[in-house]
């Protein structure tokens, strides 16, 4: 009958054991990082099971409940023996409670009645029918109270002693068992001398016992008590914050930071944003991905986290900042797993108008014809939109979606040509995961805070080819280039990694991002105000404070490079064009591809012309005379690239004009329209009285343009000459014909205000 009692109690009367916890963060050692007050404003740090070492156990059990392990929950024995001296006596003189009724006096904390003890008792059966004798005992070592806002052993040692509690020595053991009887009167670090007595006498009371052998008992006897109350620690504050957030219900949060590392590395970013306070730029942060666990080891939000003034509490990891040039090495790999090109194949740097978006570079300048290889390791932008215009805009969005990129994944509908520009927000981790992506044969795995107990390798998802990452490698390692660091200092301690600098426009961020083959480091600098610096740049200001941390972080490692996928192979091209080389081809270099998907068109940079023999005239076949000419091999010249030429005097080898007899109309090749755009709207002031722009480009070969207004010719002009005319308000078309009768019409729309 007492047990269905018992049973149906348990149901209508069920047992709450949720306590409210301290959040802790703990290194990938296990050693604690930060610590933050629960709910209560209480210090309740939570003792793992592990944590609860043999001596601590001994101790706990032989002096609160030495027959813990044996009884059901209470010990009848004593609780006949106090009830018999307390009437005997007329009051309190001894207890009788256990280790599971103190536990439910801490959970249920009532006023001490006869009462109140049956209710206690009950608890306790319901404790011991619940939970084994180590999670008892577990609860109990996290509530004991230590005076103050400290309860639980956890919060003790750590505070006390700035010790986990399975590293305790015996004498500090004992310290900390004896208080919670006493917490007022033996309060640490002020009554230490009280509590030197009291520990004393209960380590002879173990001794005369044999709970410890003698050699012990004697060293915990002299050994001193020098606790004080210390502060809690506060270490990897932005992480610590951030995974608070994330891990609302779990007391202790186990990550992968390594400890040493992480407080390094903190050091090394405040010190460098202490050099740059005399440009303006007042902040910076870090983090280190290890390629190989996909853990993060360092996380360093920003320069100083208790610096209000600059924002110090920002966690310059997670905001969001425009990316400058980051994300151009995944378009690049991306055209290379779609086989548009290979790192020579040739590309035009110069002035283009992507309906009406004209891109320009960093420097302001423009460098004509440049490889792939040479516009990724410079940062060039006008290549970029034009691969990225090639590889389409949706294509390159999906693969930062596939990246995890969380603004562009909620802003894709609105992104266009300038993305790759920056035209987009990212984040430095989400930066980092991508680089680390690169590292990882083109499978991305988004990087881990938290410790991972298990040896399984994540492999993760294919965003690009091992070969197309390979190829970005190989490009980002080069060291002849623009954004290595104009400071020299760093050449000679340089990592060998691959890396890749950006700036955002208006000069507001500064990334580098580098990678070997085990880590991934990502630097962002700048000012959380948003506020922008001349200065400040990827190569100059970022990348510095990648090679420092890399250089601690990886210096001299002895990890081997990447090696070459086996479906990548090298073969001879134009240097010209990156094309497989004709007979023409003079000048071949070596460049990598990948079989069966990298194009292989032949080389056309050169195209026979017949001309008479001073080469004053060419000549097509309808117009070919029977004698008297000659063929002759000229540049087969893009018309941006004519344009570039001749608006910059550049000297180059013009076809002769054609024949003017030949009546002969060219279908092929029709001039470019490269403003107005097709299609626009133009808003036109009358106080300004304003004057639209004509201008077009055409092929090697071209003289004269013909430009129509309404199908009315409105001028005749050399070829790349810019024209300008007042338009009417409408809708007005505007067509362009060379001087072999190839012709573009566009229309745009014109209104005055």
Known sequence: MIIILIFSLDLIFPLQTNPQYSTLITDSDGRVLHAFLNS???????????????????????????????????????????????????????????????????????????????????RALQLELHYSKDEILQL???????????????????LYFKKSPEVLSLAE??????????????????????????????LKSFQQAGIFDSQTIEDALSEPLNAVRNEAPKLAPHLSVRLQKEYKTIPNIHTSIIRNKQLQIEQIVKNYVSRLFSMNIHNAAAIVINNQTHQVEAYVGSSDFY????GGQVDGIQAIRSPGSTLKPLLYATAFDKGIITPKTAINDVPTNFGGFEPENFDKLFHGKVSIEYALANSLNIPAVKVLKEVSTPVFIEKLKKSDFQAI?????????????????????????????????????????????SD?????????????????????????????????????????????????????????????????????????????????????????LLFDIFNFTDYNSSEKWFRTPENVS???????????????????????YIPGVSKMTRCSHLKNIWVNPSETMSFCNRCLPSEGVIQKLYPNLSPELVRFYETRHINYQKIPPHNPDC???FNDNAPVISFPTDGSEYFMSKEDNPELLLDCQVNNGVKEVYWYINDKLFKKVPANQNVFFKPEAGKIKISCSDDRGRNTDIWITVKWQ
């Open 663 to 665: 009546t002969r109309i």
């Open 307 to 310: 610096n209000p003034a600059d």
């Open 140 to 158: 109990y070592v996290n509530l004991v109270p230590f005076g103050s806002n400290i309860e639980g052993i956890k919060s003790a040692s750590i």
């Open 570 to 592: 090298m073969r001879k091209v134009c240097a010209e064009s990156g094309d497989l080389p004709e007979d023409f081809c003079t000048h071949q270099i070596i460049d990598y």
């Open 40 to 122: 209560q404003d209480k210090w309740r740090m939570f003792t793992e099971l592990q944590e609860i070492s043999p001596k601590l156990e001994k101790a706990i059990i032989f002096k609160e409940d030495k027959w813990f392990r044996w009884h059901f929950g209470i010990n009848p024995i004593a609780i006949f023996r106090a009830g018999f001296r307390n009437v005997i006596t007329g009051r309190r003189t001894s207890g009788a409670s256990t280790i599971s009724m103190q536990v439910v006096r801490l959970l249920y904390p009532k006023e001490r009645t006869y009462l109140n003890k049956l209710t206690e008792i009950f």
């Open 409 to 453: 994944r909620k802003n894709s509908s609105k992104l266009g040509l300038s993305l790759i520009l920056g035209g987009c927000g990212v984040t430095l981790e989400e930066l980092s995961n991508l680089y680390a992506s690169f590292a990882n044969q083109g499978y991305y795995a988004k990087a881990k805070f938290l410790k991972n107990f």
């Open 173 to 202: 053991i004992t310290t900390l068992t004896i208080i919670p009887n006493r917490p007022s009167s033996l309060r640490l670090g002020t009554k230490n001398a009280l509590i030197l007595k009291e520990r004393n006498k209960w």
């Open 456 to 544: 399984e390798a994540v492999k993760g998802e294919a965003i690009v080819s091992p070969e197309s990452s390979f190829l970005i490698t190989q490009i980002l390692n080069q060291v002849t280039r623009p954004d290595l660091p104009n400071n020299y200092d760093y050449t000679y301690r340089m990592p060998k990694i691959a890396w890749k600098t950006g700036t955002s426009f208006g000069k507001k961020d500064a990334w580098s991002i580098g990678y070997n083959a085990k880590y991934t480091i990502g630097v962002w600098v700048g000012n959380f105000s948003g506020q922008g610096v001349p200065e400040l740049s990827g190569a100059n200001i970022a990348t510095p």
